[in-house]
């Protein structure tokens, strides 16, 4: 903030006014200053002061029609997606979750750092028991060091399908944003549609050992909008612009399983955030954003009078079977003599398989990494880890085919525990999880060849521990085991600088050559190229335990996860905070 930028008209209250009548023998010029010396103090203060901002979350059920057809949901206030959470950087955030459905759940604050606050990360069995039917918990975080845009979303089964919303951080009280200030701001939520029922698709699969069923729509905003089946023109999401007017959007992913393509008809896009982290701006006009990603980007409306398509596609370039309907939307000028009849201009989406564009994306992904946002990466590394992350086949004996799919990392197919595992490393409580996850491959193979003869994995609740303040390298190794496929993986807990990547096999000689340790983008969720390697650094400066797992939920619900646990410090304030007295119980 800048006090020459005081005018008079801000300069009262002031903290100085009880001084009025010493300030009255002064000469005039000089009452002005000091009256906008203290505005500058107060309105200094009023910046730097965080709030305490309540929400009240009450998980129900409510019929919803898509595509011709209704099915019952779970959602948050009744909405889909639900509610947006807004908060300013600094604010303690306290979200009361009332559980009115038959099903257990959790609520997962994704990207939010929870520094010390572990206990209101949300996924369940990790560290907490899941809010039972009927019950309640108060989460309780804050907002530290971040802005920008995240997601919040439930954490037990595949109930995120329906139970997801935006998280809106803007930046402290007179902090500008690093780039011009939008017109007016859109959140878009990102998603997929099933008619049947989300729980019933899991559960099938995983009782028969077979993939379970793909969505029957992408949505924007919640609707598979005015190109799909059964849809009129005007249903969707519509987002209405005024001609020469910049708009930001904030784009989140919230589908369960498919990374996707979002594009904006005759517009370009100017990346300027991603994972509340910003960026140096870029420009585009497509986007991937991957299952719990989010990308904040600029919008001119500098179009003629009309109707401009929104689209969201799905990506995948391995021989694996998505949904791939495209969920739409539209962008209407204001002024259009009639919004029903006005022109439509299209968008045609990228190739289901177009792995150049996503390259070419990524690859300009940079952190803006200037005085007042830097990039702090690790030059050095005290922990490296190499993590295969792929699948398995294990016998299952009750199966259809005798065998089930399993995901695994490191050849572990990780079991959820029946106690959370933050529960048990609070209270020392025995025989929950072992600390033996291994560091590298156990059996080192060719990783995106296709892979040893033997599919079976190995089952555990393995934990990785890290010490305090170490840092951290992570490599993470796609495998071709039955088929090479790229990996969402998110990481709890933390952000971290995705500093190298590349196609084939990590070579620990030769690949760190290639690495950025000046401005690699900083996120929490990253895609794991297929048939290749991503390598992630970060510092263990959160005591507490981390979930890290595959974002896709159908590789989650198989297998594909671990934790870490990560002691505490030397002070108080590198110390896990006590358990609130309402932690769920199982």
């Known amino acids: 903030m800048h006090c020459t930028a005081l005018s008079p008209a801000l300069s009262s209250p002031s903290p100085a006014a009880g001084h009025a009548a010493n300030m009255a023998v002064l000469p005039e010029s000089r009452r002005l200053t000091l009256l906008l010396l203290a505005a500058c103090f107060l309105l200094q203060a009023l910046s730097a002061h965080a709030i305490t901002r309540h929400y009240k979350f009450n998980v129900v059920m409510r019929n919803m029609t898509r595509l011709c057809s209704t099915k019952p949901i779970l959602t948050v206030n009744g909405k889909f997606p639900g509610p947006t959470l807004y908060a300013r950087e600094g604010d303690n955030v306290l979200v009361k979750v009332v559980n009115h459905v038959a099903h257990n759940v959790t609520i997962h604050w994704h990207g939010v750092r929870q520094i010390r606050t572990g206990w209101y990360d949300g996924p369940a069995y990790i560290t907490q028991c899941p809010i039972q039917p009927g019950s309640s918990f108060l989460y309780n975080f804050t907002i530290t060091g971040q802005r920008g845009t995240l997601l919040w979303h439930a954490h037990i089964n595949w109930l995120r399908a329906t139970v997801h919303g935006a998280i809106v951080i803007l930046p402290k009280l007179g902090v500008p944003y690093p780039f011009p200030a939008p017109h007016k701001e859109a959140v ?266 033997n599919l079976q994995t190995m089952n555990g609740t393995r934990v990785y521990r890290l010490p305090y303040n170490a840092s951290v390298q992570v490599v993470l190794q796609d495998t071709g085991i039955i088929s090479p496929e790229s990996h969402p993986i998110h990481l709890h807990g933390f952000n971290f600088f995705v500093v190298g990547k590349g196609v084939g096999n990590y070579n620990p000689r030769t690949s760190p050559s290639t690495f950025n340790l000046i401005d690699p983008i900083e996120r929490n969720t990253i895609g794991v190229p297929t048939g290749g390697w991503t390598a992630i650094r970060f510092r263990s400066d959160n005591p507490g335990v981390w979930f890290m797992h595959c974002h896709f939920e159908v590789h989650t619900s198989w297998g594909l996860k671990m934790a870490f646990v990560v002691d505490n410090g030397k002070r108080p304030s590198e110390t896990l905070i006590p358990p609130p007295k309402d932690l769920p119980q199982c």
């Open 188 to 453: 878009i939520v990102l998603g997929e549609w099933w008619k049947e029922d989300t729980e019933t698709v899991i559960n099938q699969a995983m009782q028969l050992g077979v993939g379970p069923n793909i969505s029957d729509s992408h949505t924007i905003n919640g609707h598979p909008g005015p190109l799909s089946e059964c849809a009129s023109s005007q249903d969707g999401f519509k987002l209405s612009v005024e001609n020469g007017k910049t708009y930001m959007l904030r784009i989140i992913n919230a589908a369960l399983n498919d990374d996707l393509f979002f594009k904006v008809a005759g517009h370009e896009l100017t990346v300027v955030e991603v994972d509340a982290v910003y960026t140096k701006p870029f420009k585009t006009d497509t986007l991937l954003i991957t299952p719990g990603q989010t990308t904040n980007v600029l919008v001119r409306a500098n179009q003629g009078a009309g109707r401009y398509l929104l689209s969201v596609s799905p990506f995948m370039d391995a021989p694996v079977q998505v949904d791939n309907k495209t969920g739409t939307a539209t962008l209407h000028y204001a002024n259009t003599v009639s919004s029903s009849m006005a022109s439509l201009t299209l968008v045609k989406p990228p190739p289901q398989n177009a792995t150049h564009i996503v390259s070419k994306f990524t690859d300009s992904l940079r952190s803006l990494n200037s005085k007042e946002y830097p990039a702090n990466v690790p030059q050095t590394v005290d922990n490296s880890l190499l993590l295969t992350v792929g699948v398995g086949v294990n016998p299952c004996p009750s199966c259809i085919n005798g065998t089930r799919v399993v995901g695994t990392i490191n050849n572990v197919t990780f079991i959820m525990p029946s106690t959370p595992i933050l529960q048990a490393h609070y209270y020392n409580i025995p025989g929950v999880f072992t600390e033996d996850f291994p560091a590298s491959p156990l059996h080192k193979f060719n990783y995106t060849g296709s892979g040893p003869k």
